[in-house]
């Protein structure tokens, strides 16, 4: 099936996903700011004709009032909040907006409603695969009224690995970006898991062993087998690249609310909580607790402390 | 390339090992004290002749001293023990004893010591894989001696998924243990943020959310995407089981060894032990420390507690 | 210095703080719906004319316009609210309002902006001491303008353990709930620490340790001497007592509410965080992670797990 | 009650102890291999004749053989060991061998069962207090038979803050030392859940606090009261010397036992563990596992990291 859809927002995420739906068949036209953004999808094959950075042609390209349908593609929080509210205003009752970024699922339950009221469908689309979507076929994990997603199922099925596959309608509104949160968390748990290994093995020195070859040969055969692993492998192929990495880790919006929604249900997340605590941790230039803590130390115990 | 090899213990995992072994065309004979672990063999299509439970014969079927192979598969601790030690009073320079079980490393450096006095090579084998490793082939992590290794290196290569992946050599004598004990700590802290993530969303009620359907979505194009995952999805088919399991978690020693080592070395593994940690409280029936808290609290609060 | 000061909510911290204000010589009034809880107060010597469960009475008895307080004392949240909401109604501008309670720091924010609109003075005072403050005195962090505060230091100076000591003026409004807020998410903290320490020695049955006599001697000398420690002694004489007692340790919002504000934040906060979410563990009937994490097992490892 | 005793070691904690019994009305004598540690002691009033660096005169000193009675105030590993050593050659059945220390309980059960194979008594004695011991007495955990014990009683009565507080004997040879083990890992604890309480007040930068002040008011009436939330008060006071600190915190093993013991146990410590991680966190300089996070996010999201 074939359907016509605009995307805004053509960076790194929306623009592969524009050469996605494209190579999918479907008829896609897409809007950004930058020209710069455009002019790179036009080197990558995408019709010049398709792409704007006039928000009024780009609603021209999309056709029919109430036949169409807009995917938002844009940083979570205030930019996505303007431009829903622009869409609003030029959008009619039937036409479909779907946010695919990272917002927060409290805001898009909020949006969910006031466009209801408009008579627009809001469709969430947690989105995941990163920059390897392009080719692997996106992760998605949907919400939304059942009208407005079964209206975009062909440009769903189009940017999954397969039309079967790796996407889902999970529940009402707020419900795909609530669950691709979750998704992030547990992201966070296994990636610190992994490092956890690493860093010991690293530091048990009697071995002299080879994060490069492990991490290759933990790829095949066993129990913790898994593609975040995969690019792991690839990344230690690398080593004097990889030791120039700074330890710096940062932390999207997802991980911290994971947290606080399971606060606020009383669900015990010590892993996930743990793997962003140690993030923030690494954002740290001076740890005041630490300095606290030498403090202490002197004060009870006249033990040396480091100035 | 062929050998021969023989197999002590003939287990869930020991007689998975000696099928897959055959079916790669590799000449091996199996020792276990057990009538029944034979029979079942035979009944999967092992040659009687070359199963026994009479040790000396199976000695006997190892063929010229010098050249002979033993993989161990028992138990770890006292009964690996008693194994080795009776092997190594039964085996010529030149033999070959490998254990593929879950010995600590510690253990297995002291027995390549005392074997290796003996003129015997002394090969670890921390083993993945599990039920499913008959199949898709197991993940093996090797130390030991280079004579000993290539010595077996037939087997590894029918053993593992595929002859150049999966397998690997680690290091010196006790660095395959060493690296399987780290990969069973990475693992519990995987399933762990995993259980979290489900949990939080069974718990968040108002989405009404499908974990049968979240993990198979998951499975595809995700971040997350991983063979636990593929695992949990399966079983997550069958809600009716699943509802019907204990929250009893039990843990093997390698999740123990993992967080020991790291707090000799002074590495941070809050993730791994937190999960390790979890299992703990789940496999207590009444926390002596909840009854503190309570007392505590109604000390300072006059909180009522529950009694 | 004298004051007269009414309070609403005469329970369990309201009832004994108009006791301790009486004693220090303030002229203190009561409300409480209650009749049970007036008398209780009548009978631990209250004059009975200084307490009634009639609004329109009590604030008769407070005094002249713009030179009241009332000290709330009440649950937090919506009965807070409905308590404050009352009186903006029918206090003058230049009246003090004090909330007492343990409110959530964003509320008081909030509300103060309200009740300073028509004039009247908010103070937030996070009061910590339990059932104990009677005798040994309150500490208080007081947050709001002086002008507020300073109305009202002649009963922080009664309810104090000292009229110099264990009250302090924080900052802003909101600011004495939030100071109280992380003291409860410390408090957390080290009743777990001490929590893990006891059930450890109880674990390790080698030793046959003593756990009241432990408690006891650590009272003195030692580097973690404290209150808390002083009540869990007392608690621990009694063990046959103890062993009763439910192993659920209820918890109240602060400690997640410092969580969060941590999480908001990014400041590392493991104890605290842990602390919290071991409180969550306990309070489960049966374990879903746990489940999931026996559904796994029995998935890779064919390991037998409990039904 | 006065007995005559020894002291080996008199640096910041033994030489204090001199004093402390000395001052308590024991005969006690001491040595040290350091001339100026003696020469300190005499500075301080201890007669110059009660003190040697000559271990033949020290056991002269020391009385009668089977009356003797030395305590041991060295670090703990090698040294303690090598003391001890040649102590056992030195003394005779019935005299007793203290060790102050901090060793680990397992050398301690070991040495125990080497001393008594010899007649001599062997006492451990956790003792907390740090150099606050001297004025405010010691904290003190005593393990080993009882007739070991009740020969130093006097001296224990001296140390201790008063004659029946803060010292006891809690079992058979290593229990003191286990408990004070234990003791440490839960002060870990409580300063870890003081110094991330006061860094995310001092990160919440709204309402503009004063650590020094929050430390002073949390002194008096609070719950979290105790003597190192005293001590923290103090060293807030100069906040320019505390700003100078480094935020590396030192561990010594006592927390790390503390936690291997739980683990080896299966007791669940989470907070005792995570304050000693944060230290281990605190003592690197780059962290290996931030790099490979740092990998890992520009592998699968494109995300620009800092290199």
Redesign the interface.
């Known amino acids: 099936m074939v359907m016509k859809i605009g995307m805004i927002g053509l960076g790194?995420m929306g623009g592969n996903m524009v050469i996605r739906l494209k190579n999918g068949g479907q008829d896609v036209v897409g809007f950004d700011r930058s020209q710069e953004a455009i002019d790179h999808l036009v080197s990558q094959g995408v019709a010049a004709d398709a792409l704007t950075s006039d928000m009024d042609r780009f609603i021209e390209l999309l056709g029919e009032p109430g036949q169409r349908a807009v995917w938002v593609m844009v940083p979570a929080g205030q930019i996505t909040q303007s431009v829903i509210d622009d869409l609003a205003g030029r959008l009619s009752a039937g036409d479909v907006i779907i946010d695919g970024g990272n917002s927060n699922f409290h805001d898009t339950q909020r949006r969910g409603e006031a466009l209801a009221a408009k008579g627009l469908h809001f469709v969430d689309v947690g989105t995941?695969?990163?920059?390897?979507?392009i080719t692997?076929?996106?992760?998605?994990?949907v919400?939304g009224p059942d009208e407005g997603v079964e209206r975009i199922r062909p440009a769903l099925e189009a940017l999954?690995?397969?039309p079967d596959?790796?996407?889902?309608h999970?529940?009402?509104t707020?419900?795909g970006h609530?669950?691709k949160m979750?998704?992030?968390?547990?992201?966070?748990?296994?990636?610190?898991?992994?490092?956890?290994?690493?860093?010991?093995?690293?530091?048990?020195q009697t071995?002299?062993?080879?994060m490069a070859?492990?991490a290759?040969?933990?790829?095949?055969?066993?129990?913790?087998?898994?593609?975040?692993?995969d690019?792991?492998a690839?990344?230690?192929k690398n080593s004097a690249d990889?030791?120039?990495?700074?330890?710096?880790?940062?932390?999207s919006g997802e991980g911290?609310w994971?947290?606080?929604?399971?606060?606020?249900?009383?669900?015990?997340?010590?892993?996930?909580?743990?793997?962003?605590?140690?993030?923030?941790?690494?954002?740290?230039d001076?740890?005041?607790?630490?300095?606290?803590?030498?403090?202490?130390?002197?004060?009870?115990?006249?033990?040396a402390?480091?100035?």
Do not use: C
């Not at 968390?185 to 296994?190: A, F, K, Q, T, V």
């Not at 994971?258 to 690494?282: C, H, K, N, Y």
């Open positions: 790194k995941s695969g990163g920059v390897w979507g692997e076929g996106y992760g998605m994990m919400g999954a690995p397969a596959r790796g996407w889902g999970m529940g009402p707020g419900s609530y669950v979750v998704h992030n968390g547990i992201e966070y748990g296994m990636m610190q898991a992994y490092a956890e290994g690493f860093e010991l093995m690293k530091a048990h071995f002299n062993l080879d070859q492990i290759e040969v933990w790829r095949h055969g066993t129990v913790i087998r898994s593609w975040l692993l690019l792991t690839e990344a230690l990889f030791d120039q990495l700074s330890d710096y880790v940062a932390d911290r994971t947290i606080i929604d399971s606060i606020e249900l009383g669900v015990p997340t010590p892993v996930i909580t743990l793997a962003t605590q140690m993030r923030f941790r690494s954002q740290q001076v740890s005041y607790q630490g300095q606290m803590l030498s403090a202490m130390r002197r004060a009870f115990g006249g033990h402390v480091k100035t």
